[in-house]
């Protein structure tokens, strides 16, 4: 009964966290549910050679999937930790800001998952890539986290999430660099582990590290 309340509270403070955003935290969504699925079907449907379109799509996704599915993330932990905003906290002690910024992943990251699947069905050979998307995502949600907790400013997040994704971007190639997810070939099973684990671990590092950091200093009694 106990947990079901928490997590009422949490849902709450999420939606109250998200609506003070304001107007910018529908840009993913716009980008997710709106302009990619017209953007795939009119590629699909155009006389676009099927290697030029795999190229393409894998740039797209690379780039704007796991950036896009930390924005809110960032955005929220704004009104926690660079204004007077941590009314919903005191309000509701058994609420961290990690499990705040947990919720607010959670549906970019399905959301994510499920662009991929109606992709793979467009573009065959993307049955992989999806793997690589989502445990990208997952390592940028542990960057930015990480990040939050320890220098406190959304500035530095956005600018460390961006850092890494222009390192991938200008790194990447044939080969499969660990930690590094992009490359202009879409990801194959034997190439699932080395990309995708790494990242996977990376992330989950980051995460424990975040929530072993926030329980020593938490902002809320």
Excluded at 42 to 66: A, G, M
Excluded at 122 to 150: D, H, K, M, T, Y
Excluded at 177 to 202: Q, W
Aim: aromatic letters at 20%; glycine letters at 4%.
């Amino acid at each position: 009964m106990r947990n079901k309340k928490n997590l009422k509270a949490i849902i709450s403070a999420t939606h109250f966290s998200l609506k003070n955003i304001g107007f910018i935290r529908f840009v993913p969504y716009i980008t997710f549910d709106f302009l990619y699925p017209i953007l795939l079907i009119w590629s699909r449907k155009s006389s676009i050679d099927i290697n030029n379109l795999e190229i393409y799509f894998l740039q797209f996704t690379q780039i704007v999937f796991p950036f896009f599915s930390v924005w809110n993330t960032i955005l929220i932990s704004r009104e926690y930790m660079e204004s007077e905003g941590n009314e919903v906290l005191y309000l509701h002690r058994s609420i961290g800001l990690f499990c705040l910024k947990l919720m607010t992943f959670s549906l970019p990251f399905f959301n994510v998952a499920l662009l991929m699947i109606i992709t793979c069905y467009f573009i065959p050979s993307f049955s992989f890539e999806i793997f690589r998307i989502l445990s990208a995502c997952v390592f940028f949600f542990g960057l930015c986290c990480f990040i939050l907790c320890i220098f406190k400013s959304t500035i530095f997040s956005f600018l460390g999430c961006a850092i890494y994704l222009l390192s991938n971007y200008f790194i990447k190639g044939e080969k499969i660099i660990a930690f590094f997810y992009m490359s202009n070939v879409a990801l194959n099973a034997e190439g699932l582990l080395i990309t995708c684990l790494p990242l996977l671990l990376g992330g989950l590092l980051f995460l424990f590290l975040d929530k072993a950091v926030s329980n020593r200093f938490k902002i809320f009694n």
